[in-house]
C-alpha cells in the first residue's frame, strides 16, 4: 500500500466537476451572472484550470515516483 496517497488530485478533479454542473445548471436556466463579475465562461474557465492542475499534479507525482 502506498504511504503517500495524492489528495491532490481527487480535490481539483471533484472541484472541477461540480463547478462544470453547476455551470451547465446555469447555463440552462438562463442566469448568466451570478455575483461579483461571475458568469457561465468564468465557472467554465475555472473548471478547465482545475483539471490543468489536476493533470499538472499527476505528472509530478509520476516524475517522483521514478526517482
Not at 36 to 60: D, E, P, W
Amino acid at each position: 500500500m502506498r504511504k503517500i496517497y495524492p489528495l491532490g488530485d481527487d480535490f481539483f478533479i471533484a472541484l472541477a466537476f461540480i463547478s462544470f454542473v453547476v455551470g451547465i445548471i446555469l447555463k440552462l436556466m438562463g442566469i448568466d451572472t451570478i455575483g461579483f463579475g461571475v458568469t457561465n465562461n468564468s465557472i467554465f474557465y475555472f473548471a478547465t484550470m482545475c483539471l490543468l492542475f489536476s493533470v499538472a499534479l499527476s505528472l509530478y507525482d509520476i516524475t517522483r515516483e521514478r526517482k
